[in-house]
Antibody, heavy 120, light 108 residues
Framework: EVQLLESGGALVQPGGSLRLSCATS????????MGWVRQAPGKGLEWVSS????????YYADSVKGRFTISRDNSKNTLYLQMNSLRAEDTALYYC?????????????WGQGTLVTVSS | EIVLTQSPGTLSLSPGERATLSCRAS???????LAWYQQKPGQAPRLLIY???SRATGIPDRFSGSGSGTDFTLTISRLEPEDFAVYYC?????????FGQGTRVEIK
């Protein structure tokens, strides 16, 4: 059974930093691209970032480019999102997603999310 | 980026009725890379349909997807109580991948 377990969400002040983690199990982590999708309170879904299976390529939404860094540790089956220079508009539930097969695959499994609140 | 517009915003139906949800793209979706997700309150989204018309693992056959180019449809043939939720479409063929704003299916 595929499992994705996010952690690291917290209340942080504007301008602060946070690192999210996503521990995975139940599939061959090294074979799949992974991603992060966020959902602001009461709002819709927004793709944030993604990374290929080897970690050789990363992609970002314009809204987070230059502030967020996605990475993965294939020896630990874990995905990360380093979030710097946080803004109020980054407040959201952050979901870790596993991609399907292929470079443009859908997000076939989602974690339960970790809440990031940016406020003074 | 490709903008996805879902309609209607809210659909009020009774169990047993048929639900038809629309997703329209601002430009053609590459090779049918269109997915549908279901989200219930307090839960993560769940993949229902990918490739515009293929059901994901474990999804009941009352859910079906159709369409191509810029117009896509999710149909729930007979609504079960557990189907009342918010549904999102997503295009994942062109970067950045984008989502529609969602359609809420509520009990009438």
């Amino acid at each position: 059974e595929v499992q994705l377990l996010e952690s690291g969400g917290a209340l942080v002040q504007p301008g602060g930093s946070l690192r999210l983690s996503c521990a995975t199990s139940g599939f061959t982590f090294t074979s799949y691209s992974m991603g992060w999708v966020r959902q602001a309170p009461g709002k819709g879904l927004e793709w944030v970032s993604s990374i290929t299976d080897t970690g050789g390529a990363t992609y970002y939404a314009d809204s987070v480019k230059g502030r967020f860094t996605i990475s993965r540790d294939n020896s630990k089956n874990t995905l990360y999102l380093q979030m710097n220079s946080l803004r109020a508009e980054d407040t959201a539930l952050y979901y870790c997603t596993k991609r399907g097969v292929g470079p443009r695959a859908m997000d076939d499994y989602w974690g339960q999310g970790t809440l990031v609140t940016v406020s003074s | 980026e490709i903008v996805l517009t879902q309609s209607p915003g809210t659909l009020s139906l009774s169990p047993g009725e048929r639900a038809t949800l629309s997703c329209r793209a601002s430009q053609s979706v590459s090779s049918g890379y269109l997915a549908w997700y279901q989200q219930k309150p307090g839960q993560a989204p769940r993949l229902l349909i990918y490739g515009a018309s293929s059901r994901a693992t474990g999804i009941p056959d009352r859910f079906s997807g159709s369409g191509s180019g810029t117009d896509f449809t999710l149909t729930i043939s007979r609504l079960e109580p557990e189907d009342f939720a918010v549904y999102y479409c997503q295009q994942h063929g062109t970067s950045p991948r984008t989502f529609g704003q969602g359609t809420r299916v509520e009990i009438k």
